[in-house]
Structures are given as structure tokens and as C-alpha cells.
């Protein structure tokens, strides 16, 4: 009568098998499509804060990051996340343009305190330039400007030629001959 | 088969004059507007002459531009048709005032305390007009109209005047300020009624009848509602129920969220069942659209919503067994184990064990994973194999037995006028099941029986929700054959969505019964309205009547095996 | 030295020597056993982790987990002391204090193995009277009675109808145990429990299998465990009479349910599975009986765990039911039985 309830007990503990995962010791598997923590790939953000519009709880808020992209806007700003607000439900990464965040498979995220807990783009960003080549793309950047301004220096300069040439043609033809002497006698002269 | 058009006809003739507009969309629905003072005689003939005896819910839209509230009536049918009936009433906004239908239908009781409360519409002849889900300091401000000004800041602790009841326990008061009143945000007028503590008391009979609280803090029930139970030494002669305990106000922050931010918040209507929740409001708004999901995201959808069923269904028993036998009883923590990959198959394609903000509007977010068919295909081996014992299980324990067997019988007629559906409902010979009776997504391709019980007790209802997971087996299994390759996003969903002014009703077919959502939009990217029906709210209401006269140990037995979910009730 | 000092006292006060050592027995008893009740919960927990396809404590005390029942006492040491206004203060404060002293009560006249020394079979056993079966069964009985105090002092309407439910449970179960103790005494011409484990040639759990069936219910639901834990069923009645107790008085209580496990199941082994009797083990011959003895007990302990990790429980009118209706007429054939049994065999 009550013997299937003990004989299905006895059977679990004799297969010996235990299923607690000792936790801080092993993690589990997580599935790719796992909705943890974000990451930005800082790279192909474009600031345009569809994120931030769309999220349910207002977590997400956009501040500027220095080591972001600096040759396409100054101003640009990149999304800091709060997970103190943040419920995972993924409709930021859903909604992002550019495909530039998506959600990585971290988990533990416990802080001190509640600012602890507010992850800027520096703590979810991937891609962010370093220092290194910060200083290249200001170089490339700066070389880049005096290559634009010589270019445009001898752009003018052969404007001006040009139109002096013309002019001088122009002249030429009515008084060439004065401009000739005069030229000859700033020659001798 | 009796259709809408041919309801709608036999209507307009029986009560030329009563129904100002109407309409028919989709196939099965039919909405009307029917004068106010003749909704009685409306609701009367339609149960009588078209068996319409299932009164679904109610729900209240506060059209503050044009001035009027208005009261959407749903009723349905056990089983004789399936047409759907939406007949709406429109009141004035400066007096509202409608017909109470709970002389025709026992269960509108609650739905019309609820509009009361939250609107502040009369209902004229309602029984017992008193707050549910709000507590007393708000009764009167009606949170639910556009004009509400928010809840008065009650945080300041110095403003607390401390009052020491006869029994010397002490309760605390706190006077509005001044600046509150001139702002008008603390109603003054508050209406009349006797507290719920009187009202039990009223009761008491005899010198040794005490009121037991299995109330919100009690050890074991599935979230926290109040339930006492007047006893007489071990016998129960009266319940009365109270709920609203964890009322998050989910449909006025949906009220103030856009359609799509609206996906993660219906989640948390029940977090177990939280994709039904994701289809029904997606379905409605969907309807609202007029996109329909392509093939492969239907599939995909109900092979989750039916891998979302079996894990349900598991936890459900296993927390009932712990109610009967204490938190140490082997085969709930063995269900748990069984539980844990069936939510891995489903958190593999989601993302998430719970909250899944899965179902998007004309698809679904993420396609099936490499390896999912195979790994679906051995968790469902191994589901039936052990599902197969845990019945043999609870079939030959006697202990079992002698303590579920004729406790808590709900006889069919009981059970239909009751109002519940679900398990339930089928456990007493009535198959009630959404997935036949209105057909969504492809279940009408699916071939799957409607498992029903004759005995209406509780042991019956505990079988049949582990007969449903192998009916749920079979399904996924049917799907996974014919799932077809293709997109799983419908093409033309508007970036910005703004349907049309229009209202929409989907029903699904939950885990606990039938979950409706009614949504109404008036064009603009927030929704007007959103009405969540849930099945056990309809559970909470029956529990009262059918706890009169059994032990103490039967309450559990009893509302542990009508498997309640109390996020669902207070929403 | 010390030692012919102790006998030249032996010697003159008699009396007072006799009164010391009783003494000083007590107090060995009554610490070995609480260290061993904690032993238990720890065993329990182990054992019905292992039922459960889980690891019970595994992290204090390294990976057995052994200490953990040293620091659940030390929490329950540091806990305030709460008692509810309104409650009964002298009833209260003595519960748990008359829970533990029946046990010591009980664990005086129960005997805990023997030694062989000299090829003679010392009982290691506190006080040896001549009708401890009896007295061990009504002293058990007594448990009872602090369930109510405790549960009628506390103020409490779950309390209340822990102690309710307490009451009619003992009453309709102590008449079948005691009969089925009777009918032991009967084939073994002795209610005394040494005498009764030296006439098992054949144990009384085969001579009697009704009896040995009717004993091991009436004692699995005289201690309160599973199925028959109504008393302090959680769902229904949260804690049932420990529900207002909170600290080392919970901690009594607690351990008192223990303790009482313990020598319940000392004395089924004693009464019906030949209690330290078992072939001479040649080489360890001095402890030899108290192997056998452990082992048997170790057995009988955990099926109790495996019984209550298994089954679910009864309700209370079910429970007295079977006392009644079922079990009290099976002692009877029971009886019966021994009596005929006996004669023939005398």
C-alpha cells in the first residue's frame, strides 16, 4: 500500500547519484542565448539612444567616455547601464541599430553599494581604444588635418596662379609690350 | 453550430433598440453596445435561449476625452458554441452608474467589486460592494481614472499617530497634511462600509468557534493572501478570503508604457507561466495590427508554451505533495529534478529560466538552437517515464488516497456556476479547454485529446494535470515534426507600433485555465486599457464556498490542489 | 592512591557513596546523551539528503559536515529570549526544562549495550530495576504532557491545537504499545529489560511479527515523527506547539524530540530485535555485544528516516482512527497469541 512510496526512495539512494552542483566551485552551462550582463562593443556604437528609450525601467542613461570613437563626434555619448534597475529582459539589445550590444553570459554582479552596481562604458565596453592607439588616431588625425590644409593651401596657391596667369595673358595682349619694357627695365634696372 | 452573426440577429430582433452598434471581427466575437438599463434583460436572455452561462470578466476603460466610462461585459459557453460576447455599456463620467449581473451570474462578483474600487462606477444591486484589492486609505481616490494624482506620500515616519486598539495591539493613523488636501490628492470623502475584520466577526456564533488565520505570513501558502477560517474545534464552518497583498498595479503601468515595453511586464502577471502571458497580450495586439506571425514562429511558439506547460504542471503537484505531506517528501524534490531540463531545453532558445519576454509582436525573438530537437527528444523520454511513476505513485499510496479521495468534490453544475476553468473545470466532467474551444496559433493541426475526470475531487484534478503533461508531450512531439524552415519575424511590423483606435480580446489557454487580454487603443503609441482575466482569480472566488464543513487539513488539501498562483489575482 | 581512598569511603558511608556515584552517572548520562542527540540530527540530515538525490551539510566541519550541529546550537544559544505577552510565564519556562527531564527520567532505567568481561555480560545501565519495560513506556508517556504545557501556555491557537491534536494522539496509542509491551513480558517471564534481552533466544520480532508491526506504529506516532507529525504539521498549523518558542528553549524542545527518537528506538531494539545479543566476536570480545548492538539500532534508525522521507501524513480523525479501530484489536490477538505461545512453550 505504501511500499511503492518507500521502494522509490530506496531506489534514488542506492543509484548513489547526488544532483546539488557545489556552486562556487562549478558553474554551470550556460546556453549561448543567455541574457546576462551587457557588452558594448564600443566601436560601431553610434550614440543614438534607441536603448535608452526603449528600456521598460529607465536603467540605461548616456554619458560621454573618452576612450570611445574621437575622430567621429566629440560629443558622442555611450550608454552606462544600472543594474541595480535592469531586469535582463533583452529589448535594448533588440532594438540597438548597429547590432554594437549584446549580453554575454555574467551572472554575478553583486556590489557594496548601489553606485558599485552602475556599470559605465568602461566596465561593459569591448573594443574601446587604448592609449596607444589613442595617440595613433590623433596622429593619423592631425596628419590627416595638415595634409587637408597643405592640399588646400596649394589648391589656392594654384587658383591664384592661374588667375594671375590668365590676367597677365590678358594684359599681355593689350600692353605687353609696356609690361615687357618694364620688365626688361626691371631687368637692367 | 450557432455563429455570431446568427446571435447577433436573434438579438436585434428579441430587443429591437437595445443594441446601438455591433460588429463581428474576428470570426467568433461579437461586439455590441447595449443600452445600459436593458443589460439585464440582455445577459438573461442570451444565458437562457443561447446558453451563454460562463461569465468570463469584466472591464472598465476610463474615456476621460469624450467624458464616459465604459463597462465591457464578456460571456461565453460551456461547451454549447464558441462564440465570445463583448457587450459594452457606456456610462456617464460625473455619476457613473450600472446594472450589477450578479443575480444571473454568481461569479461577477468579483469583477464588479474590482471596477468599483479601482473606477469608482456603482454597480446597483451588488451584494457586497466592498474593496478587494486596494487597501483602506485608498478607497475612494479610484486609482484606475486618467485624473488620478497619485498616491499621497505617506513615508514620513514623525507623522505617525499611534492608536492602541481594544485587544492592545497597536495600529498606527496618518493624518493627511495640509498642503495634501489643497493639492487634492487624499480623498475626503470616502464611502461607508464595515471592515473586513467586522465582517468576519459578524460571523462568530458560539462560545467555542475561533477565526484561524492561514493568513498572508503563513509558512506555506503559494503567496501571500488572507485566508480565515472560522473553526469549530477541528471542524471549518465558514472562510472568508481576502486578496491584494502583492498588487503591483500592472495594468496602469501598462497604461503608461509603450506596447512593446509592455512584453516584460506581462511576465510578472505569473512568472510561471509566463509565455502564455507574452502570447495572449501579443495576440491581442497583434489582432489590433492585423499582422499574423509567420508558420515557423508559430511552432516555435507553441512548442514552448507547451515545454512551459509540462514544468508548470510539475512544480504545481510537487508544491501541492509538500502541503499534504511536510517540505521533506521525496517525490517533490524529484519532480524538481525533472523540472530543471525541461527549463533548460526552454532557457537554451530564450535566454532566461522565468522571465522570458519571449513572444514579440508577429514572432518570436530567437530561433531554435543547434541541437534542440535532440535534446527536447530525450528530456521528453525521460519526462514521460518518471511522469509514468509519479502517477503509479499517487495511485497505489493509501495514505494519499484516504486524504484526497472525496475532499473538496465540485460537482459540474458547481463548477460551471462557480466560475472556474482549467484543471478544474475538467476535473468535473466539463471539456472546457481554450485550445479547442477557440482555436490559436495552429493547435487545430495538432491532434491531442482534452483529458477530463469524472469525479471533481481533488485527487481527480491532480491527475489531470499529470495526464496533461503526456498530452503535452505528444504535442511538442507532432510540432517538431512539422516545423517548417522559414522566417521567424512577420514582415511590415512598424517600427513605431500605433494601431489603430480599436479594442481586441485573445484568449489562451493558460496553465492554470483560460487567460484573456483585453486591449484598447485610441491611435496613439500607449494603450488605453489592458485588462489581464486570469483563470485563478475565478479559483479564489470558488474557494470560500467550498471549504465549508471540512478539517483543517482538507483547507490545504483542498486549495493546494486548485494549484494557485496569487501574482496572477492581484496583478 | 586515589583509588583505595574511593574504596575506604565505599566502605564506611555506603550510603553517601552510593548516592555520588548515582549522581555522577546522571551527569555523564546526561551530557553524552545530548552529544549524541546532536549526532542524530546530524545523521538524519545526512541520511535523508542522501534519499533525496542531495548532499545533506557538507561545508562545516569539512565535507561531512559534522560541526554543523555545534554551530545551529551556538545560533540558538545567542538568540533573544522572547516570551509572547499574554502568555502563561511559569507553564512557558518550564515546558522544555520537563521535556528534557523526562528523558533523563527514561535514559536512567535503559540499558545502553553491555561489555563482556571475564566471559560475564555486564549491561552498562544506570539503574536496573526489576520493571523497567513498564516504567521506560509510561515515563515515555509523559512527553505529552509537556507538549500541552507548551502548547496551551503559549497563547497561541495554532499552539493550541498542536497540543489538542498531542493529547488525542497519545491517549489512543499508549494503550496499544503497552499491551504489546505486555505480551513481550509475557514470553520472556520478566518486565525487566535486561532479563527480557537474555531470554531472546529467537528474537520476539519473529515469536511476535503483529506485535513487533504494532509496536514500531505506536512508536513511530508516540514520537511525532512522519506520518504521524500532526502535532506540528507545518501547512496547517505552522509549528504546532513549538511555535512560540524561540532560542535555546526551541533548542530543548528540539533536542528533545531527539533524544526521544533515540531511546524509542533503544527500546524496540531491546524489546523485539534481541538487543545486544549477536555471536562473540573473538578478538574484540570486551565490546563485542555493543557492535551488534549499534549496528541493529543504526538500522532501526534509519528506517525511521527513510519512513518519514517517503510518506505523507495522516489527518488527525485518521490518525486516531487507526488507534482505535485497527490497532487496539490487533494487540489484543496479540496478547493473545503470547499468552498461548508462552504456555505452550512453558
Not at chain 1, 529607465?58 to 570611445?68: N, Q, S
Not at chain 2, 535534446?375 to 523520454?381: E, H, V, W
Not at chain 3, 528506538?265 to 534481541?274: A, D, E, K, T
Request: a negative charge; aromatic letters at 10%; charged letters at 25%.
Amino acid at each position: 500500500m505504501v511500499l511503492k512510496n518507500l521502494k522509490m526512495t530506496l531506489k534514488r539512494s542506492l543509484s548513489g547519484v547526488e544532483v546539488t552542483r557545489l556552486y562556487p566551485e562549478k558553474i554551470m552551462d550556460l546556453p549561448d542565448a543567455e541574457r546576462g550582463v551587457h557588452v558594448l562593443d564600443i566601436r560601431k556604437c553610434i550614440g543614438c539612444g534607441a536603448c535608452a528609450r526603449i528600456c521598460p525601467n529607465d536603467c540605461i542613461k548616456l554619458v560621454p567616455y573618452a576612450r570611445g570613437n574621437p575622430l567621429k563626434n566629440k560629443k558622442q555619448q555611450y550608454p552606462q547601464i544600472d543594474y541595480g534597475r535592469c531586469m535582463f529582459c533583452g529589448l535594448c539589445v533588440d532594438e540597438c541599430p548597429t547590432s554594437c550590444l549584446t549580453m554575454s553570459k555574467v551572472f554575478e554582479i553583486a556590489g557594496w553599494n548601489r553606485e558599485d552596481i552602475v556599470y559605465g562604458p568602461e566596465d561593459i565596453a569591448v573594443g574601446f581604444y587604448s592609449d596607444q592607439e589613442l595617440n595613433e588616431l590623433a596622429e593619423e588625425a592631425r596628419k590627416a588635418e595638415e595634409e587637408k590644409k597643405r592640399k588646400a593651401a596649394e589648391a589656392a596657391k594654384a587658383k591664384k596662379e592661374k588667375a594671375a596667369k590668365a590676367k597677365a595673358a590678358e594684359e599681355g595682349e593689350k600692353g605687353s609690350g609696356e609690361k615687357a619694357a618694364k620688365k626688361s627695365e626691371g631687368e637692367t634696372g | 453550430m450557432t455563429t455570431a452573426n446568427d446571435v447577433l440577429s436573434a438579438l436585434q430582433s428579441a430587443f429591437p433598440g437595445a443594441v446601438e452598434e455591433a460588429k463581428v471581427s474576428p470570426e467568433r466575437q461579437l461586439w455590441a453596445t447595449i443600452k445600459p438599463d436593458k443589460i439585464v434583460d440582455v445577459c438573461k436572455y442570451l444565458r437562457d435561449d443561447h446558453n451563454f452561462d460562463h461569465y468570463s470578466g469584466a472591464a472598465g476603460v476610463d474615456r476621460i476625452k469624450e467624458g464616459l466610462f465604459e463597462v465591457t461585459e464578456l460571456l461565453a459557453s460551456h461547451g454549447a458554441h464558441q462564440v465570445v460576447a463583448l457587450l459594452k455599456m457606456k456610462t456617464p463620467r460625473d455619476n457613473p452608474s450600472v446594472k450589477s449581473l450578479t443575480g444571473l451570474y454568481w461569479n461577477a462578483n468579483w469583477y464588479e467589486r474590482e471596477i468599483w474600487e479601482m473606477l469608482g462606477i456603482n454597480f446597483e444591486g451588488h451584494p457586497e460592494l466592498y474593496p478587494l484589492l486596494l487597501s483602506d486609505e485608498l478607497v475612494g481616490a479610484w486609482p484606475w481614472r486618467k485624473d488620478y494624482k497619485g498616491y499621497p506620500d505617506y513615508n514620513t515616519a514623525d507623522r505617525a499617530i499611534e492608536i492602541v486598539n481594544p485587544e492592545g495591539y497597536a495600529d498606527y493613523s496618518f493624518a493627511p497634511t495640509k498642503a495634501e488636501i489643497e493639492a487634492g490628492t487624499v480623498p475626503f470623502e470616502r464611502p461607508k462600509y464595515p471592515t473586513f475584520r467586522e465582517r468576519e466577526e459578524m460571523e462568530i456564533k458560539g462560545e467555542s468557534e475561533m477565526i484561524l488565520h492561514m493568513g498572508p505570513q503563513h509558512a506555506v501558502v503559494p503567496g501571500p493572501f488572507l485566508l480565515d477560517i472560522l473553526v469549530d474545534g477541528e471542524r471549518v464552518k465558514k472562510a472568508f478570503l481576502d486578496v491584494g497583498y502583492i498588487h503591483k498595479g500592472i495594468e496602469k503601468i501598462m497604461e503608461n508604457r509603450t506596447y512593446m515595453q509592455g512584453i516584460p511586464i506581462t511576465d510578472r502577471l505569473c512568472y510561471m507561466a509566463a509565455l502564455t502571458n507574452n502570447e495572449a497580450y501579443c495576440g491581442a495586439v497583434e489582432r489590433l495590427l492585423r499582422i499574423e506571425a509567420p508558420e515557423r514562429a508559430q511552432y516555435i511558439r507553441m512548442i514552448l508554451q507547451e515545454l512551459s506547460r509540462i514544468q508548470s504542471h510539475l512544480l504545481g503537484t510537487g508544491e501541492f505533495l509538500t502541503l499534504i505531506a511536510s517540505a521533506v517528501f521525496s517525490p517533490f524534490l524529484y519532480m524538481i529534478i525533472d523540472r530543471e531540463d525541461v527549463l533548460s531545453c526552454i532557457e537554451s532558445v530564450t535566454g532566461a529560466r522565468i522571465n522570458h519576454s519571449f513572444v514579440r509582436f508577429g514572432g518570436v525573438r530567437n530561433d531554435l538552437p543547434d541541437g534542440f530537437k535532440d535534446m527536447t527528444l530525450d528530456t521528453l523520454k525521460m519526462i514521460r517515464k518518471k511522469t509514468e511513476e509519479y502517477k503509479e505513485l499517487l495511485l497505489s499510496d493509501s495514505i494519499y488516497r484516504k486524504r484526497m479521495e472525496g475532499v473538496g468534490v465540485l460537482s459540474p453544475s458547481e463548477a460551471r456556476r462557480l466560475g472556474v476553468s482549467g484543471p478544474p473545470l475538467r476535473a468535473s466532467d466539463t471539456p472546457y479547454d481554450m485550445r479547442r474551444e477557440d482555436p490559436y496559433l495552429l493547435y487545430k493541426d495538432m491532434d491531442f485529446d482534452v483529458i477530463t475526470r469524472k469525479e471533481g475531487d481533488s485527487k481527480a484534478r491532480v491527475e489531470v494535470r499529470l495526464d496533461e503533461i503526456f498530452e503535452s508531450c505528444y504535442i511538442i512531439e507532432q510540432c517538431l515534426d512539422q516545423i517548417p524552415s522559414g522566417p521567424i519575424m512577420a514582415e511590415g511590423v512598424p517600427k513605431k507600433i500605433k494601431p489603430e483606435p480599436g479594442e481586441a480580446y485573445y484568449r489562451v489557454e493558460d496553465h492554470r485555465g483560460e487567460m484573456g487580454f483585453f486591449v484598447v487603443s485610441d491611435g496613439s503609441e500607449k494603450p488605453v486599457k489592458v485588462k489581464a482575466r486570469g483563470p485563478v482569480y475565478a479559483y479564489f472566488q470558488a474557494l470560500p464556498p467550498l471549504l465549508e464543513g471540512v478539517y483543517i487539513a482538507d483547507v490545504v488539501a483542498i486549495a493546494g490542489s486548485m494549484d494557485a498562483c496569487t501574482s496572477e489575482v492581484d496583478r | 592512591m586515589v583509588l583505595s581512598a574511593i574504596t575506604e569511603f565505599a566502605a564506611q558511608e555506603p550510603k553517601i557513596y552510593g548516592l555520588v556515584l548515582g549522581l555522577v552517572a546522571a551527569a555523564i548520562l546526561a551530557s553524552v546523551i545530548n552529544v549524541v542527540a546532536m549526532l542524530l540530527v546530524w545523521l538524519e540530515r545526512k541520511v535523508m539528503g542522501d534519499f533525496q538525490a542531495r548532499y545533506g551539510p557538507n561545508r562545516v566541519g569539512g565535507r561531512w559536515g559534522v560541526l554543523q550541529l555545534g554551530a545551529d546550537a551556538v545560533k540558538l544559544f545567542t538568540k533573544e529570549d522572547i516570551i509572547p505577552r499574554g502568555a502563561d510565564k511559569p507553564v512557558y519556562v518550564w515546558a522544555p526544562i520537563v521535556a528534557v527531564a523526562t528523558t533523563m527520567l527514561v535514559a536512567g532505567a535503559l540499558p545502553f549495550g553491555a561489555v563482556i568481561i571475564d566471559g560475564k555480560e555486564i549491561p552498562l545501565v544506570v539503574a536496573n530495576m526489576d520493571i523497567s519495560a513498564f516504567y521506560i513506556e509510561a515515563a515515555l508517556s509523559i512527553m505529552a504532557i509537556s507538549a500541552f504545557m507548551a502548547g496551551w501556555s503559549s497563547n497561541n491557537k495554532y499552539s493550541m491545537l498542536g497540543a489538542f491534536r498531542g493529547i488525542a494522539r497519545m491517549i489512543a496509542y499508549e494503550v496499544p504499545m503497552g499491551v504489546c509491551v505486555i505480551s513481550v513480558a509475557i514470553m520472556a517471564h520478566s518486565l525487566n529489560v535486561v532479563e527480557i534481552v537474555q531470554a531472546q533466544s529467537i528474537w520476539f520480532a519473529i515469536a511476535q511479527p503483529i506485535g513487533f508491526v504494532i509496536f514500531a506504529i505506536a512508536l513511530i506516532t508516540d514520537l511525532g515523527r512522519m506520518p504521524f507529525d500532526q502535532t506540528e504539521a507545518e501547512e496547517e498549523i505552522i509549528a504546532g506547539y513549538n511555535t512560540e518558542y524561540s532560542g535555546i528553549r526551541f533548542g530543548l524542545l528540539y533536542f528533545q524530540e531527539y533524544i526521544v527518537m533515540l531511546l524509542g528506538s533503544i527500546l524496540l531494539v531491546h524489546l523485539y530485535l534481541g538487543g545486544w545479543n549477536g555471536p562473540v566476536i573473538p578478538v574484540i570480545s570486551f565490546i563485542s555485544p555493543m557492535i551488534w548492538f549499534f549496528m541493529k539500532l543504526v538500522i532501526v534508525l534509519v528506517g525511521l528516516i527513510w519512513v518519514r522521507v517517503s510518506l505523507p501524513r495522516f489527518r488527525i480523525d485518521q490518525v486516531t482512527d487507526l488507534g482505535w479501530k485497527i490497532l487496539l484489536p490487533l494487540s489484543m490477538v496479540n496478547l493473545a497469541w503470547a499468552v498461548a505461545v508462552g504456555l505452550y512453550f512453558a
